[in-house]
């Protein structure tokens, strides 16, 4: 067999795939016809308020079953980013360091002109955080 002819072969057999495919596919959702709602009679005046507790008890009870595992993965997302964390904290601290030094007057520039911009309502928050210093014991 040359190469033509393997491309050929090769190119048949995925459309045929392919097909096989689709008419599985067709034939599911043949057999999954899904039932006519009538919304003028389900959400009408007298029958909204019940369906709409009927929704939320199923939401709630759907997300009670599955909170242990909302909650465990939760807490392995935070596990990772605490571990991720530690382990790159050398290399980010050398970054924020060298980064710091390459824009040094650029960052003084932003904060001169931040402070510039912004006079009034800095000088109010300090003002008002000395009449009211806090309390120590």
Same mark, same amino acid.
């Given at each position: 067999?040359?190469?033509?002819?393997?491309?050929?072969?090769?190119?048949?057999?995925?459309?045929?795939?392919?097909? #096989? +495919?689709?008419?599985?596919?067709?034939?599911?959702?043949?057999?999954?016809? $899904?039932?006519?709602?009538?919304?003028?009679?389900?959400?009408?005046?007298?029958?909204?308020? !019940?369906?709409?507790?009927?929704?939320?008890?199923?939401?709630?009870?759907?997300?009670?079953?599955? #909170?242990?595992?909302?909650?465990?993965?939760?807490?392995?997302?935070?596990? +990772?980013?605490?571990?991720?964390?530690?382990?790159?904290?050398?290399?980010?601290?050398?970054?924020?360091?060298?980064?710091?030094? @390459? @824009?040094?007057?650029?960052?003084?520039?932003?904060?001169?002109?931040?402070?510039? #911009?912004?006079?009034? +309502?800095?000088?109010?928050?300090?003002?008002?955080? $000395?009449?009211?210093? +806090?309390? !120590?014991?």
């Amino acid at each position: 067999m040359d190469l033509n002819e393997l491309k050929k072969l090769r190119e048949e057999k995925f459309l045929a795939h392919k097909r #096989k +495919k689709r008419e599985y596919y067709l034939k599911n959702k043949a057999k999954k016809k $899904r039932e006519v709602i009538d919304y003028e009679n389900e959400l009408n005046d007298l029958n909204f308020a !019940s369906k709409i507790k009927e929704i939320a008890k199923v939401q709630k009870a759907h997300v009670d079953d599955r #909170k242990e595992l909302i909650v465990a993965k939760i807490n392995e997302y935070k596990d +990772k980013k605490k571990e991720y964390y530690e382990e790159n904290k050398e290399k980010r601290l050398e970054y924020d360091k060298e980064y710091r030094e @390459k @824009k040094k007057e650029e960052l003084r520039e932003y904060r001169r002109q931040y402070y510039q #911009k912004n006079k009034e +309502k800095i000088l109010a928050r300090q003002k008002e955080k $000395r009449k009211y210093p +806090k309390k !120590s014991d």
